[in-house]
């Protein structure tokens, strides 16, 4: 529940809880196994899977496996402190890369990576935006605000 908490002469604003939707491991195997259903059924070849850091990092690798497929980290992170770095993605825009991120949330890391990587192909594993067209999506969440929880973000 969200409000003001009071200690002391200091004002807290309390963010409400945000409901959330934990994502198992067996729900990412079943969604890099549709991606990558979809890549093949394309036809579509496939040399480099770039990862996005954090989130895309571990369908990244497990796809780039299934594709036997180079698999480059990269860190591009808009959530945590707006940091970003492009010089692993300027490098590898070309129609056989493909962008792996957990999902299309707010669209800005997308949004952003396109600027620096038009040719490259996409795939996440939820997309929350339909006016955000992704390559290979395993899975639409269309205008759901509730938290993903996946598996890595346990501790």
């Given at each position: 529940?969200?409000?003001?908490?009071?200690?002391?002469?200091?004002?807290?604003?309390?963010?409400?809880?945000?409901?959330?939707?934990?994502?198992?491991?067996?729900?990412?195997?079943?969604?890099?196994?549709?991606?990558?259903?979809?890549?093949?059924?394309?036809?579509?070849?496939?040399?480099?899977?770039?990862?996005l850091s954090r989130g895309g990092l571990v369908p990244g690798v497990m796809i780039s496996h299934?594709?036997?497929?180079?698999?480059?980290?990269?860190?591009?992170?808009t959530r945590d402190d707006n940091v970003q770095w492009t010089n692993m993605?300027?490098?590898?825009?070309?129609?056989?890369?493909?962008?792996?991120?957990?999902?299309?949330?707010?669209?800005?890391?997308?949004?952003?990576?396109?600027?620096?990587?038009?040719?490259?192909?996409?795939?996440?594993?939820?997309?929350?935006?339909?006016?955000?067209?992704?390559?290979?999506?395993?899975?639409?969440?269309?205008?759901?605000?509730?938290?993903?929880?996946?598996?890595?973000?346990?501790?």
């Amino acid at each position: 529940m969200g409000g003001t908490v009071n200690i002391g002469k200091k004002h807290f604003t309390v963010e409400p809880e945000i409901e959330t939707v934990p994502i198992t491991w067996q729900e990412v195997e079943d969604c890099v196994r549709t991606i990558v259903g979809k890549i093949n059924f394309n036809g579509t070849k496939i040399k480099t899977v770039v990862g996005l850091s954090r989130g895309g990092l571990v369908p990244g690798v497990m796809i780039s496996h299934h594709l036997n497929a180079k698999f480059v980290p990269v860190v591009w992170q808009t959530r945590d402190d707006n940091v970003q770095w492009t010089n692993m993605i300027q490098v590898h825009d070309s129609e056989d890369v493909l962008i792996v991120d957990d999902l299309i949330d707010s669209g800005r890391t997308y949004e952003q990576i396109k600027v620096h990587a038009p040719k490259a192909k996409w795939a996440v594993m939820y997309n929350k935006r339909p006016d955000i067209k992704i390559d290979f999506v395993a899975g639409n969440l269309y205008n759901d605000s509730r938290w993903l929880d996946f598996p890595w973000e346990k501790v």
